[in-house]
């Protein structure tokens, strides 16, 4: 057996989905998720954050050194750097290829808030009391010794449900908005992952800059919509930049311009990885200036205030227009990878 294999250290967390999952996903021998199920584990029927179980390892060299200034702390900061690196790459990649937020708690702060002693309480909750509240906690004592692992565990789920690319991504996407729609996958998803765990560290940096914009999109298009706008607009930015990094700006003797300036390469990088049409000319031209508006003279959303007198129609247009572009965020980056796959595959032979 492989030494690599051996020494492999494996965990078992918790995270979240703000849809139920009701399937396991498993990716190779890399990583997997599935609904978390445990005796007297905590549970509403008003909740809105689902906890999952992920199950990965890591190994000796993958291991983040961490300076601290107690050499005492120095293995546990360590090995809590090495685990959360880990976990936020997978949480990255899950929200990239599936139109969900797959994420863990990071805010420990606390914060006010009226506890939920139980369902349906009726006229007692108007004798509740506000409590300070620790957030980013999902506790119950019986959870000691349930996460422990050696290797993947059986999930005890069907798998989840696939679809294709097209009528996952372009057919009413579900972005976690209607709580009693499923998490399914794309069938892509295996190519994808492929091909972005075999790229070259220094290429795969960048396509990690990317994920992180499209990730950020997600996270901010409810409640800072012109951002996450910005956030999808900087992810395929960023994969402009990596497919033409070795493009040497030549000039027009005549005019001067750029051959190939910024927003040529913007538009043809959208054409080559989403199909050359006239109608994907328009688009792509008009979302560009959009955009522009936005970065140069600091022009927001319309919708951006959530009491704003739009007309419904005028509302719902700018809300196909947001889903639309947090949509090309993922694709610009989901779509390269996968026409890039086989390159990566003759590379390797």
């Known amino acids: 057996m492989n030494w690599r294999i051996l020494m492999r250290t494996f965990h078992k967390t918790i995270i979240f989905t703000k849809v139920s999952l009701k399937g396991y996903f498993k990716y190779e021998d890399i990583f997997q998720v599935y609904p978390l199920d445990l005796p007297n584990m905590p549970y509403s029927n008003l909740q809105t954050h ?58 420990f702060s606390g914060a006010w808030g009226l506890p939920i002693l139980y369902d349906n309480p009726g006229e007692e909750a108007n004798q509740w009391s506000t409590k300070w509240i620790m957030t980013g906690t999902y506790h119950w004592p019986e959870m000691v010794g349930h996460f422990q692992i050696t290797n993947f565990s059986k999930t005890g789920v069907d798998e989840v449900q696939y679809k294709d690319h097209k009528s996952y991504y372009y057919d009413n996407p579900n972005f976690d908005n209607d709580q009693l729609r499923e998490i399914t996958f794309p069938y892509n998803i295996f190519v994808g992952l492929g091909v972005y765990f075999t790229l070259p560290n220094e290429i795969r940096g960048i396509v990690d800059s990317a994920i992180s914009y499209s990730v950020a999109a997600m996270e901010m298009r409810n409640q800072r919509k012109t951002l996450s706008l910005l956030a999808s607009f900087t992810s395929v930015e960023t994969m402009v930049n990596l497919e033409y990094k070795d493009l040497k700006p030549e000039k027009c003797k005549e005019c001067g311009q750029l051959k190939f300036g910024v927003v040529r390469k913007y538009r043809e990088y959208l054409l080559k990885y989403f199909g050359d049409s006239p109608y994907n000319k328009k688009k792509f031209s008009a979302y560009y200036d959009l955009r522009s508006k936005i970065v140069h003279t600091g022009e927001r959303l319309k919708t951006e205030n959530l009491y704003n007198n739009l007309p419904k129609d005028e509302q719902q247009k700018e809300f196909v227009t947001r889903m639309e572009i947090l949509q090309i965020g993922k694709l610009a980056i989901i779509n390269w990878l996968i026409k890039n796959s086989y390159v990566i595959a003759k590379n390797e032979d």
Not at 54 to 62: F, N, V
């Open 50 to 107: 689902y906890p999952v179980v992920l199950e990965y390892w890591t190994s000796p060299d993958e291991r983040i050194e961490v300076d601290v200034e107690y050499e005492v702390l120095k293995e546990s900061f360590s090995e809590t750097a090495t685990q959360t690196t880990k976990e936020d790459k997978i949480l990255s990649l899950l929200t990239l290829f599936t139109n969900h937020s797959f994420f863990r708690y990071t805010d």
